[in-house]
């Protein structure tokens, strides 16, 4: 399969001022040097916990916000080195459907005005018959009816505002979507109905998907591949099949071993994950998680482990992992 | 003596003249030293269930009625002064969102001794020694550090900590907790749970935990009452309600969640949305919805069946059976 997407090397990093003069008091590495790819059609992961990085990650691919180096190719065109005209155009192809979906319409629009805004914006489907036919079609294509389309937001349940917002993404046919936490507000009956109307309209449209959520569950149900984050590194690229038994590092088994599962009474082991995640000012110069992790060796606080090929044809950053070392024993 | 006995509990509210009932027919026990989980979609009234029982409705201006006997006493008779003792002291309530229930301009510490000086008394020290012990408990690391912050500077999971801390540190016999770990990450609701557990079984305080997290009841609590759409469906032990759900909203609910290893595709939704209390359907309020509808769902509400094992169940399905057998 050919990348639809390429990440080489990925940083950024931000300066935090405090003070009567604004001096630097800190800087924060929110990506650390990463780079994985997206293949055409595929639905990739990214799961971590709050502040691991994940939302600026879906930032910096849209260029919502400048990278401090490397690249973001998108079918082999590096689009961190477009023109703002060039970047203009390229995100008709590039859309994101985000969290809340409360605060992502306007409230005094209809979802009407909203859907048809997109072509306003591009001056294309000019008259309003048009634009009427289209919005139809959209709000079809998501399971609502024209009737949706006079309501204004407020009016909607929580899932038919996320699905207003999907069509919204699908406006202008994109090829690319990122989708953050679509379902972190919804109730799981709903969750479950926008997981399977995604699902259908990735395979309608042929679509390749960026999803990010922290709930490893869903992701590993959901998609193909998964990328776990911590601290604004990647720890591991695991296909999604083998997450529940193949983990590589310490952390995606942690995520694992932490999720209740609806089966009452299982015996669970011991508490994996103490702490939470340290503050991502000045990081240890050895491995991010060390001070967590449960397998922690001296060596893990004194070299930072890069992310290398396993033999399940996922990648892992960690000096001891899991399933290698099962091996030896 | 149960520690909580609610019967027939229900809340409505007058607007424009017209009189919804977001909740009614709602009817459970607790003992001391259980955890009950409540689950329901948005809507179901689990947050209602939950602030009528520690008499807080007045404030948004609706009139309960049936009963809420805690220890003895139908809290519904006592006056707002008698109440004012009761909530805080006996029942104590975790709100959903730590980042919103503490004021941003006190020290945390000095928040958590407000409500011990209340409500047990105390001098400004020994309330201070106490608050400290309570984080301890808590593993609140370095705790006296802590006592000395602002909400800001803590962490989603100190913050929920310290409102834990608050609600506990009365030495309650009822706790509340609304969605207590909704907006934490995994790690953190692990580590949460794991207290609450401890809670329980060490000091013999009931916990009653609404959450919409089916995971989460299934690891913690021993019983379950699941609601819809302001009435209760089911109501049983919690490995007999998992493992062979009677009410089809139970089991649909349960259909909706995604586990490690689950195959592709095989992900069911429940069609549709939990409808509003201005527009209840007529008889059962899961029927526009019930893949197993029967004629009679929409005519009238079926009533509330006890099964064997002490489970009960309000659905037609099960009221033939008995009746047939």
Known sequence: MENYLEVKNLSVSFTVR??????????????????????????????GESGCGKSTLARLIL????ANSGSVSVKGKDILKFSNKEMKHQRRDMQMVFQDPYSV???????FRSLSEPFQIRKIKHTRAEREKKVNELLAMVGLSPEHGLAYPHELSGGQKQRADIARSLALSPEFLILDEPTAALDVSVQAQVINLLMKLREELDLTFLFISHDLALVSYFCDRVIVMYLGNIVEIISADKVGTHAYHPYTKALVDNIFTITPGEEKPEAVLEGEVPSPFDLPPGCVFASRCAYVKPLCHETAPVLEDNDDGGQMACHYPLSNAKLAN | MSLLKVSNLAVEFTADKKTVKPISDISFTME????????????????????????????????????????????????????????GAQISFIPQNPMTSLDPVYRVGDQIVEGL?????????KAKTLALELMEQLRI???????????????????????IAIGIGTNPKLLIADEPTTALDVTVQAQIMRLFKEL????GIGLM??????????????????????????????????????????????????????EKGSLAAIEGNVPTATNFPIGCRFAPRCGLVMPKCTESFPDMVELAGGARVACYKYTEETVAG
């Not at chain 2, 000086?117 to 020290?125: C, Q, S």
């Not at chain 2, 329980?200 to 000091?203: A, I, L, N, P």
């Open chain 2, 200 to 203: 329980t079984t060490e000091k």
């Open chain 2, 117 to 125: 000086r209340k409500h047990l008394k105390l001098n400004r020290w």
């Open chain 1, 18 to 47: 405090g003070g009567l003069l604004l001096r630097t008091i800190g800087v924060v590495k929110a990506i650390n040097n990463i780079s994985f790819n997206v293949k055409q059609g595929e639905i990739l992961g990214v799961v």
């Open chain 2, 32 to 87: 001391p030293g259980e955890v009950l989980g409540v689950v329901g979609e948005t809507g179901s009234g689990k947050s209602l269930t939950a602030h009528a029982i520690m008499g807080l409705t007045p404030l948004v201006g609706g009139k309960v009625s049936g009963s809420i006997e805690f220890d003895g006493v139908n809290l519904l008779t006592l006056s707002a002064s008698e109440m004012q003792k009761v909530r």
């Open chain 2, 141 to 163: 690391p370095n705790p006296k550090r802590v006592f000395e912050q602002y909400p800001h500077q803590l962490s989603g999971g100190l913050k929920q900590r310290i409102v």
């Open chain 1, 63 to 66: 260029r919502l916000i400048d």
């Open chain 1, 105 to 111: 319409m306007d409230p005094r629009y209809t979802i």
């Open chain 2, 209 to 262: 935990l609404i959450t919409h997290d089916l995971g989460v009841i299934a690891q913690v609590c021993d019983k379950i009452a699941v609601l819809y759409a302001g009435n209760l469906v089911e109501y049983g032990d919690i490995r007999e309600v998992f493992k062979k759900p009677k009410h089809p909203y139970t089991k649909a609910l349960l259909d909706c969640i995604p586990y490690i290893g689950m």
